[in-house]
């Protein structure tokens, strides 16, 4: 048994500094980015924000609202498409996800996201070389990892994004239920270190629960943000109850096995929870929210562009001054 000594840090233990900046305005603020691809060579230009592969966030309605600013849904697995044509163009904002056991077929998607709960197998490794071989041109997304040489790895075998989190979701449970776990903040500063020398991209997700923690997410060094709670719980992506709750799952609770799988395996322990959340009104407002706070952050960090937040971030160490309250209550696991 051995103890790493160096400190790792959460979106809470850091505040990103001001700094001085020629920038007049926060609408000048480019938050579009084009990127191009290792393996796959697509070449793409998003507002890099992506819903997660979660069934109360990664659905159609919510494709809807994002894919007008320009930022991608990834599907859960289980919301099969209603609604979408098989016109490519319509469905350039829309990644379906697979499972490790799962067969892939791409219809119309540039890209596909290779999703399991641990990333640190061997067995996801072959997946991720088998898909590479079958569909030399498709931009694969996998994960999760939280360390670099899993990074490196994943993207040596032929992924194109590394998907960056084990532990810090909303709706997730692992740390309390395995003792698992990575702060994301650092997770995202050592993984981007380690996808970027290899030309390659990395998604920062779960653990953003403010527009300031998707902020210190990309300037971390993240291409990508993945955001699950922040997103669910809107009128264009929920059902209510009577006294206008919606229930937002964790893809590991026993509601999502039960509903996906009919049951719970008695091998299983959920890994993830139930919320009850108020319905939170319109999706269009908590998107103009969170890209009006990234337009701000880069204001105060001199950055002209998203993509340049990163190398214009100086973090610095706080006590923990964020004393938060959220919008769920938990109701199972
Ligand atoms: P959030 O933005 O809600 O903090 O995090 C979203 C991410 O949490 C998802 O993209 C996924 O990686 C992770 N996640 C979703 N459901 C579960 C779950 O049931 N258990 C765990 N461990 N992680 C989950």
Redesign the pocket.
């Known amino acids: 048994m051995r103890i790493e000594e160096n400190t790792k840090y959460d979106f809470d233990d850091v505040l990103i500094k001001p700094k001085r900046s020629t920038l007049t305005s926060r609408k000048d603020v480019v938050l579009h980015r084009t990127f191009k691809f290792k393996h796959s060579k697509a070449q793409i230009d998003v507002v890099p924000i992506i819903a997660?592969?979660?069934d109360s966030v990664g659905n159609y309605g919510t494709y809807k609202v994002l894919s007008k600013y320009h930022m991608l849904t990834c599907f859960s697995k289980f919301k099969p498409l209603q609604g979408i044509s098989s016109n490519p163009e319509d469905y350039f904002y829309g990644i379906p996800s697979f499972g490790i056991n799962d067969s892939i077929t791409l219809g119309p998607a540039w890209a596909i996201c290779l999703d399991v709960?641990n990333g640190y197998t061997e067995k996801f490794i072959d997946k991720v070389k088998d898909t590479r071989a079958e569909f030399p041109k498709i931009t694969i997304i996998a994960g999760?990892v939280c360390t670099h040489e899993m990074t490196q790895a994943l993207i040596l075998a032929g992924a194109d994004i590394v998907k960056v989190?084990i532990?810090?979701?909303?709706?997730?449970?692992?740390r309390e239920k395995t003792g698992v776990g990575y702060p994301q903040l650092s997770a995202i500063i050592e993984c981007a270190e380690a996808a970027h020398a290899l030309d390659a991209h990395i998604i920062g997700?779960?653990?953003?629960?403010t527009p300031g923690d998707v902020a210190k997410a990309f300037a971390a060094g993240a291409d990508f943000v993945?955001?699950?709670?922040?997103l669910g719980g809107h009128e264009e992506n929920s059902d209510f109850d009577d006294e206008n709750n919606a229930i937002v799952y964790?893809?590991?609770?026993t509601l999502?096995m039960k509903n996906n799988y009919g049951k719970v395996s008695e091998y299983k322990t959920s890994?993830?929870?139930i919320t009850k959340v108020k319905n939170k009104g319109s999706l269009n407002n908590t998107v103009q929210d969170i890209l009006g706070g990234l337009r701000s952050t880069c204001t105060y960090a001199g950055a002209s562009e998203l993509k340049h937040l990163s190398k214009c971030t100086s973090f610095i160490k706080v006590n923990n001054i964020l004393n938060r309250t959220y919008e769920r209550e938990t109701i199972g696991e």
């Not at 532990?167 to 692992?174: A, D, E, K, R």
């Not at 964790?250 to 609770?253: A, E, I, V």
């Open positions: 997660a592969n979660m709960a999760n989190g532990g810090p979701g909303s709706n997730c449970l692992t997700d779960g653990g953003c629960n993945m955001l699950g709670g922040m964790g893809m590991s609770s999502a890994e993830g929870r």
